[in-house]
């Protein structure tokens, strides 16, 4: 399956960051949202549309997923690596960076989603 990886989108503020993952049939759009004091907290939710931005809804009829507990922890870890020295400097392979956060992404879809 092929994927586009769009991360900060132009929309984004420092407390409020889109990213968005473009599939052959489908996008997801993930909000992070940073609020407190530093180390701020993270609250992360996705939502998942059709090329022509109509919302798909959840097995059970809701429309956002919030990703939380050790799904948060790894979605961090995730991005860590994606805003490393490494990462920017092609120290790290970076199509497998990228595919480490699709893939985890795309696990979360197939587990809330019917995608038929």
Do not use: W
């Not at 599939?23 to 759009?29: I, L, Q, S, T």
């Not at 022509?52 to 809701?62: A, M, S, T």
């Not at 092609?90 to 699709?102: E, G, M, T, W």
Request: hydrophobic share 40%.
């Amino acid at each position: 399956m092929n994927y586009k990886l769009q991360l900060r989108t132009p929309e984004s503020t420092p407390n409020l960051i889109f990213n968005t993952i473009f599939f052959d049939a489908f996008k997801v759009n993930i909000v992070e949202r940073y609020f407190g004091p530093a180390p701020k907290s993270c609250e992360v939710l996705f939502k998942v549309r059709t090329l022509d931005d109509k919302i798909v809804n959840r097995k059970d009829g809701n429309v956002r997923v919030k990703i939380k507990d050790n799904d948060l922890e790894t979605y961090k870890s995730l991005l860590k690596i994606i805003g490393s020295y490494e990462y920017k400097n092609k120290l790290i392979s970076r199509n497998d960076a990228d595919q480490n956060l699709v893939h985890f992404i795309l696990r979360l879809v197939i587990i809330n989603y019917d995608l038929n």
